[in-house]
């Protein structure tokens, strides 16, 4: 699933790789892998495309996990927030923005950067901010991610009988793409 997101260097940007942190080692761990069966669940916010991304992998019932993201972001805009469970999702959510990357992976980031116009001020701007973002940040951007339903955009890949199911139940056409 898909929804719209804040840009890079927007104040909600951060805010948003917290969340998505949070909710990758929470509640969409606990309710999709481990009371779904999914085998994977991310979340992630792109913020050179502005999208805010929910994923499964291997999701023995795609169509649920759908229901959960939405769901599970409507409960998070409605919690009371846990402190320490924010301060380990602003500690996991820096150290992926500043871990050590390899020779490739730095190379291609850096070109990426480049086109992009990301300066290092910029990613140090950010990184400083992941350090202030509040519980209320956290639920307010919950809130507006999880009110985007009506904009959301779903894919579910598999075999073509569990996409004939899922559109079914959907209310859609399969869309067979070129491989």
């Known amino acids: ?69 939405s769901s599970i972001l409507m409960t998070t805009a409605q919690q009371k927030g846990d402190p320490e469970f924010l301060e380990k999702a602003v500690i996991g959510a820096y150290s992926k923005e500043s871990r050590p990357r390899t020779a490739a992976e730095h190379g291609i980031v850096d070109f990426l950067r480049f086109l992009c116009g990301i300066e290092d001020k910029h990613r140090s701007q950010n990184r400083r901010r992941l350090l202030d973002v509040s519980i209320d940040e956290i639920r307010q951007t919950a809130q507006r991610l999880g009110s985007r339903k009506d904009e959301e955009a779903a894919v579910i890949l598999g075999s073509f009988s569990i996409a004939e199911k899922a559109a079914a139940k959907l209310g859609l056409a399969v869309k067979k793409l070129p491989i």
């Open 1 to 69: 699933m898909s929804l719209r997101s804040a840009p890079f260097g927007s104040p909600e940007h951060p805010v948003e790789l917290v969340l998505a942190h949070q909710l990758s080692t929470g509640a969409l761990w606990e309710d999709i892998r481990m009371k779904g069966g999914a085998y994977g669940v991310s979340a992630y916010p792109d913020s050179l495309e502005s999208m805010f991304f929910l994923s499964t992998y291997r999701d023995p019932n795609p169509l649920r996990s759908l229901d959960a993201f």
